[in-house]
């Protein structure tokens, strides 16, 4: 089968990354991500005899003009894409556009929204064919070459992990599908299948690429998305077969730089220390950043991760108040926070740290407690957020439950976007919310200090782009 995988045009010609439980505009510095999954599902159905072609529209600065002008010139017989929460009006309506193109070709949709709204997808959107719940990869493979089989739709009434509209156009709730057990069995995905030059690190402008070591997440943060997605159970690879993938990339791309993708990349300590051990045993010459807990680490995993490459670390905080924390089951004791940012810093490696304003219990006096507590960290970088409730997050359940959304019969997902503030919480008003991640982020980031580490990472090549993108980043959070 013939087939085209999309990250579709982002609204406004944002730069836009759809992936698990990631949905979002660029960061601060307009950083893109490689399009994992895609490359992922790509790589599995080539090596199963299908044609593939990925495109990463926000990457290729292509918009939806440009999409219809490829789909009429590949001539797909199916299309499948990646959606996320704040484009999903756009996301779906891609489907009536191909239909209108094509109305023989398959349309199919993943990601965390459609996992969690799968029959409000598929409602609203009449030409949507089919959504893939959960962990896409093997669940599209056999969806597509049941869908190449005679009969085509006729053929799904027993695959796990989708929920499709039939011949007759009755939607139809498959079982889920288990997690995939050994994530090994995944070939390596081929990034020949994009352009990898497109994806660079803020600052630096290296290219980079990213690599997922492990799958699922135990931490039950109410706020998240990934165990939706992802499931609980942490699952890890094989370290020589993750050696073996970084050494691939570096022959073939020459690219030196990664994102170890993953929930809470140090949740297995032990998993991390064989890691680091493997990438050190092989001389392996890589950069790398991973997400992390402060509960997760301590001075000599630290110090072994930064002598196999890391040089940043990113801890998800959120927030300063034990009620807070406690309210949204981030169960960590922030008051080690000051302690794991200076044993990392230590060790050699910058640290950021993730913030989220507006959480359930959220008051003016903690916002604005949390907000001093960051700035007295001795952090590198910061992201602030409003708190979104996401579909398949438990605080999404929790808002339409306490009626913090205000019109929860139809929601407006555009608005679900982490410098926006969409929950009305009682102790706390939206405003409130927006004008402490404002102030966060002024105070933070026009500090001397930060200034000076910002201006020591930049490639002065590059200077004009991290000017413009600072601007605009000050522009959105104001």
Not at 197 to 214: D, G
Request: aromatic letters at 10%.
């Amino acid at each position: 089968m013939k087939i085209l995988l999309l990250n579709p045009p982002a609204p406004s010609g944002e730069k836009f990354t759809r992936e698990g439980r990631c949905t979002q505009q660029s960061a601060i510095w307009t950083t893109l991500w490689p399009p994992i999954s895609l490359v992922y599902i790509g790589t599995l159905l080539r090596d199963n005899g299908h044609e593939v072609r990925v495109i990463d529209c926000p990457a290729q600065d292509i918009d939806i003009k440009d999409v219809t002008h490829i789909i009429r010139a590949y001539s797909p017989e199916a299309v499948i894409w990646s959606v996320a929460t704040p484009s999903i009006t756009g996301d779906l309506n891609l489907s009536s556009v191909v239909k209108q193109l094509n109305p023989a070709v398959y349309t199919i949709v993943l990601g965390t929204h459609v996992t969690a709204l799968d029959l409000t997808s598929l409602e609203q959107s009449p030409s949507l064919d089919i959504v893939v719940r959960n962990e896409p990869e093997f669940t599209i493979m056999e969806t597509v070459t049941a869908l190449e089989m005679p009969g085509g739709l006729s053929n799904l009434t027993s695959m796990p992990g989708i929920t499709f509209r039939d011949a007759e156009g009755k939607i139809v709730r498959n079982t889920a599908r288990e997690f995939i057990a050994d994530i090994d069995a995944l070939p390596f995905p081929d990034w020949s299948l994009i352009d990898v030059n497109a994806y660079r690190l803020p600052l630096s402008n290296r290219p980079f690429l990213m690599v997922m070591p492990q799958r699922g997440c135990h931490f039950p943060c109410t706020f998240c998305t990934s165990s939706a997605y992802y499931g609980r159970k942490l699952r890890v690879r094989k370290v020589e077969a993750i050696v073996k993938e970084i050494k691939e990339a570096v022959e073939r791309f020459a690219i030196r730089d990664f994102f170890f993708w993953a929930e809470t990349f140090t949740a297995n300590p032990s998993f991390v220390r064989a890691l680091c051990n493997a990438i050190i045993a092989n001389n392996l010459d890589i950069s790398w950043v991973c997400n992390s807990r402060i509960d997760t680490v301590d001075g000599e995993l630290l110090y072994l991760m930064n002598k196999a490459g890391c040089w940043m670390v990113s801890y998800g905080i959120e927030s300063f108040d034990p009620n807070i924390l406690k309210g949204v089951r981030k169960d960590i004791e922030v008051s080690r926070a000051n302690q794991v940012i200076s044993l990392s810093r230590k060790a050699g490696m910058l640290v950021s740290a993730h913030v989220i304003f507006g959480l359930p219990y959220e008051t003016p006096a903690t916002a604005r407690q949390t907000m001093r507590r960051v700035l007295s960290l001795e952090l590198d970088f910061a992201q602030f957020y409003c708190a979104v409730p996401f579909p398949g997050s438990a605080l999404y359940e929790q808002a339409i439950s306490e009626g913090w959304l205000n019109d929860t019969a139809a929601v407006d997902f555009t608005g679900f976007r982490q410098e926006q503030a969409v929950m009305s919480l009682n102790t706390i008003t939206r405003a409130e919310v927006e004008a402490v991640r404002a102030q966060a982020v002024r105070e933070f980031y026009l500090r001397p200090r930060i200034i000076l580490g910002i201006l020591r990472l930049t490639n002065f090549r590059h200077i004009a782009k991290t000017l413009l993108s600072a601007f605009k980043f000050f522009r959105a959070a104001n």
